[in-house]
Nanobody, 128 residues
């Protein structure tokens, strides 16, 4: 079990920014995919952004490219998602996820099946 705890969600107007965080405990990053997913009411969960902890690659869904940035702070064992220029369609529950040790190419697809550990989620609401 790998505890992942999200925080930082909230309500913001369209065009605003939020940064959500994911505290990781119980293991070192080693070489894993770490990602953010979201699920809006009545919709399937979708991948938003991911990174490979063994390298420098980051991966984004087309819908958030240029607006969202995924990053991590190794010293704080924390994963971040900086969200700028938010739109009402970004409204969703956002989940942090981690895979077991893997290779970099598995992260790029933003596929749920890659991930073995999930947080409980943090709500992001964007009003128009």
């Amino acid at each position: 079990q790998v505890p992942l705890v999200e925080s930082g969600g909230g309500s913001v107007q369209a065009g605003g920014s939020l940064r959500i965080s994911c505290a990781v405990s119980g293991y070192t990053y080693s070489t894993r995919c770490m990602g953010w997913f979201r699920q809006a009411p009545g919709k399937q969960r979708e991948g938003v952004a991911a990174l490979y902890t063994g390298g420098v690659g980051t991966y984004y869904a087309d819908s958030v490219k240029g607006r969202f940035t995924i990053s991590r702070d190794n010293a704080k064992n924390t994963l971040y998602l900086q969200m700028n220029s938010l739109k009402p369609e970004d409204t969703a529950m956002y989940f942090c996820a981690a895979s077991r040790p893997t290779i970099a190419t598995t992260c790029s697809a933003l596929a749920q099946v890659t991930y073995n550990y999930w947080g409980q989620g943090t709500q992001v609401t964007v009003s128009s």
